[in-house]
Structures are given as C-alpha cells and as structure tokens.
C-alpha cells in the first residue's frame, strides 16, 4: 500500500511491516507488528524492564550515545562521547565501575526476549552472524557458546554478551572531502580510501559519501552507487528497507560478504561506484583489482592511522605499492569524532592537512 501527496510534501509508505510517515523533512515510523526502534523512548524498548527504566531517567544527549554495552555479572558500560563510563541504579554517569549497576542473566534474556519479539528462530540467521539489525539502524552485537556444524557456526546459546552500536548518520560531513573525491577536470570519481583508526568516524564519512555521490552535488551528477554492507552498518538494512539514507541512485547488498559481493553488483547491477567498508583479506583486494578493472570507481575504508600504517600491513601494503587508490583520507578523534586530518594523492603528496 502506498498513498502519497507530491504537493503537500508527504507521504505515507508500507514496507513489510512498518509504515512511515514523512511530512517535508521529518520521518515517523510506525511499525505494524514487532518492533521498531526510531526514538529514544522506541530505543528503550528492547531492554529489561530495569534497564529501561534507568535509561529512561538518564539525562544526556543521545547524539553522543554510540555503544551500550551489557555483559553478564559485569557493569554496565556506555560508550559517550567517544569515552568510555559506567551507569548506577539511580542513572547517573560515574568513571567508578564499583558504583556501576551490575546486568544480571535474567536483564541479558529479557532483553533478547525484547530484541527478538519472543521469537530467537525468526533471528537465526542473523544469530548466526553475530549480530542483529534492528529498526532504526541499530546493530546489536551478541556473543555467547557458538553451535557448530561441519565446522561452520550454526547458532548460538547461552547469550551473555550483548553490545548495542546506536546508528548515527551525519549529513553533510562528508562536504570537506567532497572537493578532493571528485575530480572536476574528467567529470568523474577518484579511487577513495578512508583510513581511520577505530570509532573515528569512517563509517559514517563513507555513508554520507555515498548518499551525495549517489544523490548528485554541485561538483558531480549522480553516479550509480552499489554497496556491499557485510555487517549492516552502511545502509542498516532492516527487513530489506535501508534505515539510512543513501541516496536515490543506491544499490544495496546486505549481509554480503564484501568480495563476493563486489562481484557480484559488478554483474549484475552495473554500479558506477562500488563501497565497501573494513576492507583487509586477501580475496577483498583480488575482488577491488576486479571492480577497478571493470571501470567502477572504489571508495572503501580501513583501520589504520596513517599511509605508513597501511603499508606496514602485509595484505594491504600491496594497495599502496600498485597506487589503486587516488585519494587517502586520514581521520583520528584529535578534535573529535572524524577529525579530518590530511587527505594525500597516489603519489603520496599531501593534499590537505588539518595543520594548515
């Protein structure tokens, strides 16, 4: 079902089963059966009913919020403003972890139970993966005893371990790299690499990357944009709806395992841009020498903290050494979450530097 009003700027949208309401810029999410997480008091809802009543109560900026971590017998742990602080019963931020209150067995199962909607089976295979994406674009880590069969994970019990990854997208972030991406002269894309050491930003830079390469910007039209989200952490994908935005020319595969799924969008979907994020194994880079020979321009991420760190890397030192890449963007967390600080060619001349 689908009713929309172009003139009044709103729409209503059925996708499985959640229905969105956007009026100009605003986006509500109604869901239609299970569960939805879009808002704070949404978010709540996939907790124990003790947990959530102490994040109800707790006073901060969910915008800095970016991991809750809950490990059984263990403190309650948030990861804010990129530094790490414990949570007491009464809901307030302490650095003491003695004062923190303590997740028990039964928080960790009423808190699947919540995740889940009572239903584990219908989650198996995410289960499997180590994860589950839930509406919003939330990504829930879980760990616990794997079940094996043939060698191959089949499951999991004995959930213990349960770390929530609260999704952030930022538009606009990627306007300062945008000038260096593009290159104006031949109307077309730089090979990209993002290199940033963890929690500084990559991942939400690529996304916002993508949404305007894919949308079109005032230094290029749009390109046709195909990414591989292995983990669900680009385009967040919640029962095939992306609950990111990425752009109106955006393909997405998720859950895919980037090489095989670089392949496969470059056969089937015929991107002009590929994206991929944490890219590391040896069949990844065979893949990216593929997607680069096809034609397709590449903009990927990896951990590191510098060129020097790249090329200390056995498997990823070979990027550097044949130049597939273009563009290296540096970022660290000097000055914040996704502090841009240098940007160099493939020769290795710096570009742009945060120093001036």
Not at 118 to 136: L, W
Not at 347 to 352: D, F, I, K, N, W
């Amino acid at each position: 079902m689908q009713i929309k009003s172009y003139d009044k700027a709103e729409y209503f949208t059925v996708s499985g089963n959640i229905l969105f309401y956007q009026k100009v810029d605003k986006l509500y999410r109604f869901r239609t059966g299970g569960l939805c997480v879009s808002t704070k008091e949404e978010l709540m809802k996939i907790f124990s009913l003790k947990l959530r009543n102490v994040f109800g109560k707790l006073n901060i900026d969910y915008g800095k919020l970016q991991e809750i971590r809950l490990r059984i017998n263990a403190p309650l742990i948030i990861i804010y403003g990129n530094k790490e602080a414990f949570v007491t019963e009464d809901a307030t931020i302490v650095d003491d972890p003695s004062k923190a209150i303590i997740v028990t067995k039964n928080e960790i199962r009423e808190t699947m139970e919540y995740i889940s909607n009572y239903s584990m089976y219908a989650f198996e295979d995410e289960i499997r993966q180590g994860f589950i994406t839930v509406s919003g674009g939330h990504r829930i880590g879980i760990a616990g005893k794997t079940i094996l069969e043939n060698d191959m994970i089949k499951s999991m019990k004995h959930i213990s371990f349960i770390n929530i990854r609260l999704a952030h997208q930022v538009k606009g972030c990627a306007d300062k790299v945008l000038p260096y991406v593009v290159n104006q002269q031949m109307n077309d894309i730089y090979h990209t690499l993002i290199i940033s050491p963890p929690r500084c930003g990559k991942t939400t830079l690529l996304r916002d990357l993508i949404r305007q390469l894919s949308d079109g910007n005032k230094y290029l039209e749009g390109r046709s944009v195909g990414v591989v989200d292995e983990r669900s952490e680009i385009g967040a994908c919640y029962m095939g709806v992306p609950q990111n935005e990425l752009g109106i020319r955006t393909d997405i595969l998720d859950c895919c395992p980037k090489a095989k799924g670089m392949m496969m969008l470059i056969r089937s979907m015929s991107p002009q841009v590929i994206a991929v994020d944490e890219i590391g194994s040896k069949e990844e880079l065979e893949a990216i020498d593929y997607v680069i020979g096809c034609g397709a321009k590449l903009i990927a991420t990896v951990h590191g903290s510098s060129i020097e760190d790249i090329k200390n890397k056995p498997t990823l030192s070979e990027l550097v050494k044949k130049k597939l890449f273009e563009r290296y963007i540096i970022l660290s967390n000097l000055a914040g979450v996704g502090t841009l600080e240098e940007i160099y060619d493939a020769e290795g001349r710096l570009l742009y530097s945060a120093r001036g």
